[in-house]
């Protein structure tokens, strides 16, 4: 398989980020430290990843400006702003999702936290017109039953 090309100095503002975010990995890591999971045991657990995958994308996603280590690598790891910005790609991806495969297993439903309404956009709830991040929204992934929970951003464990 070809190494993966490296865009972190184009000019292209897509390429660039790419770089950074378009290994499968970290969007999976990103969707876990959003629903709460810092740790690395705890980030292991629930991607399915090797210990030598995640230290290279948790130290990537530290080098990129995306998370900040508590402590030692173990200890957890907690979403700096660049991180947070990261929310509407993940939305984007689970909205794609609903329109590709909507009565699949895996679903992620996002609502605005301040209304309850679900979201019709990445980045901002229609019905109140505020801004979906982090801290009003809410997540029901049906692989956790369903259940709407707040995201988070820093360690809970």
Do not use: Q
Not at 69 to 95: F, K, N, Q, V, W
Not at 113 to 125: P, Q
Request: proline content about 5%; hydrophobic content about 40%.
């Amino acid at each position: 398989m070809p190494l993966r090309s490296d865009w972190s100095s184009a000019s292209c503002p897509i390429a660039r980020s790419a770089d950074v975010l378009a290994d499968p990995w970290v969007l999976l890591i990103l969707r876990e430290m959003f629903s709460g999971r810092t740790r690395f045991d705890d980030l292991r657990a629930a991607t399915g990843a090797a210990d030598s995958v995640l230290s290279r994308r948790l130290a990537a996603m530290t080098d990129a400006g995306l998370v900040d280590r508590e402590g030692t690598a173990r200890s957890g790891y907690r979403l700096t702003d660049a991180g947070r910005e990261t929310l509407p790609i993940l939305h984007a991806y689970a909205r794609f999702s609903r329109v590709t495969d909507p009565d699949g297993p895996w679903g992620l439903t996002v609502t605005c936290g301040r209304c309850g309404e679900v979201a019709a956009s990445v980045d901002w709830c229609a019905h109140c017109a505020k801004p979906l991040d982090a801290g009003s929204t809410r997540w029901a992934r049906r692989s956790m039953g369903g259940e709407p929970f707040a995201l988070t951003t820093g360690r809970t464990s």
